[in-house]
């Protein structure tokens, strides 16, 4: 046979109908082609293979033994490459059996797992989910898909990486409910005279550090936390105050009974985001999932 680059898909079609038809008519209406399209083909094919190939009979256009033995290695071409060109299935929630794993903050696992979570278990009830840190390696998990999306502020992650802004977030305080000495508004002087519970991780906090300095704003600090894990029982049992994100700040308050506070002082609000590979945009299981995300918490 003759160098691959010379092979026409078009003549392996034409091969494979002659193959399964024995007679030029039916293979030209198979193909949708014209019977001398199909002699001309077959003339190029025997000139390729060096083989008559198909031979008249009384039976109908016979194959000969050279077309019986390459019959199977050319359906075998011709199914591959229809499976290369076939649109990618759809992903099926109702069906799918396969786990999510988001990279999240303890923030997240508090105020936006819990409605991703409901919203699977709803609409995919054989999908199970993973929540995963926010760390100097997912990055490298998200492009090798360990991980399928990352939830929050990160803008580490830019180069390679898809994201959608989901909503914006400034920043509250709290307080207990019957703070001894913060009566109605929490005005500066309240704010600097009270001790402080500092939340140690995420990026809002750097906001807020970046603030404070800014403003030259006095913050005593009385306890460091590394996440929001017991701040509310924390924040009930004494007259501390905390600065942190609306969304988590407001989910704490309505848990816990807290007050929450107007900041009196400004900082630079920032927009929560769903980050994804270039490697996954177009998979069909990861647009599922992005879009779940987008209807649970899109602020339009």
Not at 26 to 33: C, F, I, N, P, Q
Not at 118 to 147: F, W, Y
Request: aromatic letters at 6%.
């Amino acid at each position: 046979m003759s160098e691959l680059n010379q092979i026409d898909l078009r003549l392996l079609r034409i091969f494979d109908a002659m193959h399964a038809n024995r007679h030029v008519t039916r293979a030209a209406e198979e193909l949708g082609l014209s019977q001398p399209t199909i002699s001309i083909g077959l003339g190029r094919l025997r000139q390729q293979f060096g083989d008559p190939l198909f031979v008249r009979t009384s039976e109908g256009m016979l194959p000969t033994s050279r077309a019986d033995a390459l019959i199977g290695p050319i359906r075998d071409v011709l199914h591959s490459l229809r499976r290369i060109c076939e649109v990618e299935a759809p992903f099926d929630p109702a069906s799918a059996t396969r786990k999510f794993r988001i990279c999240m903050t303890d923030a997240s696992h508090i105020t936006l797992l819990p409605q991703i979570l409901a919203a699977v278990r709803r609409a995919a009830p054989g999908v199970t989910l993973e929540a995963a840190r926010i760390d100097d390696l997912m990055a490298q998990a998200l492009q090798s898909g360990d991980a399928d999306l990352a939830l929050g502020l990160i803008p580490s992650l830019e180069t390679g990486f898809y994201q959608q802004t989901l909503f914006g977030q400034d920043f509250i305080c709290l307080t207990a409910s019957r703070h001894p000495r913060i009566k109605k508004a929490l005005t500066l002087a309240h704010y600097q005279a009270e001790g402080h519970v500092g939340i140690v991780s995420g990026t809002g906090q750097q906001l807020l550090e970046e603030a404070v300095k800014q403003f030259g704003i006095e913050r005593r600090v009385m306890l460091r936390l590394p996440g929001f894990l017991g701040l509310t029982g924390i924040l009930a049992a004494s007259d501390l105050v905390v600065t942190l994100p609306r969304h988590i700040g407001e989910t704490l308050a309505a848990i816990g009974g807290l007050r929450v506070h107007a900041c009196p002082f400004p900082i630079p609000s920032f927009s929560v985001k769903q980050h994804w590979h270039a490697r996954y945009h177009h998979d069909a299981a990861n647009r599922w999932l992005r879009g779940l995300c987008a209807e649970l918490f899109l602020r339009k």
